[in-house]
């Protein structure tokens, strides 16, 4: 018995330099599908990125709400909209800068947002070309719209049931193991 809001959550300050909003606002806005999804982006937008979020307000499909905030978000409100999550898209860059060295996402850096997806038990999203092991990482693909309403509908308990935080920080410490040695 699905509900039929599919709650998104996007997590992570709202940058253009760390997320590619650009990339997921220009999805969201080609929605096709009569199924009602809410987009939660889960951090401090402001600037542009601002300007943005209230520019898909107003041109949205119908099928769509949106939910964002001006301010940094409370841990509180943080972790209750990470429970109600039916799964995380994160438009991760590929690339960004630490101290003018180039990191890459997946091979030199790692997202953050793999430890919410961890820490939530949630699958999450992450753009094709991310280099990744663990099952509950999906790669995007064209479709993201029937993606997201296919795997939005998997989160149910036997997800939770499958999901092993003890087996993924098991894994997770190997390649961090396997990094530093390179």
Known sequence: NRKSIATIVIPGTVSQSRRDYLHLLESIKSFKRKTHFRFVFLGKADGKELSWLKELEKNKPENISIHYFKEKVPQQIFDEWMQKADILWCPIQNETEFFSQKEYYGKTKMSG??????????????????????????????????????????????????????????????TLQTLIKT
């Open 113 to 174: 947002n793999i430890g919410d997806a961890i820490k939530y038990g949630k699958i999450a999203i992450f753009p094709e070309n991310y280099a990744n092991s663990q099952a509950f990482i999906i790669p995007e693909n064209t479709n993201i719209e029937e993606q997201l309403f296919t795997y939005g509908k998997l989160m149910n308990d036997d997800f939770q049931k499958k999901f092993n935080k003890e087996k993924i920080a098991s894994e997770l410490e190997k």
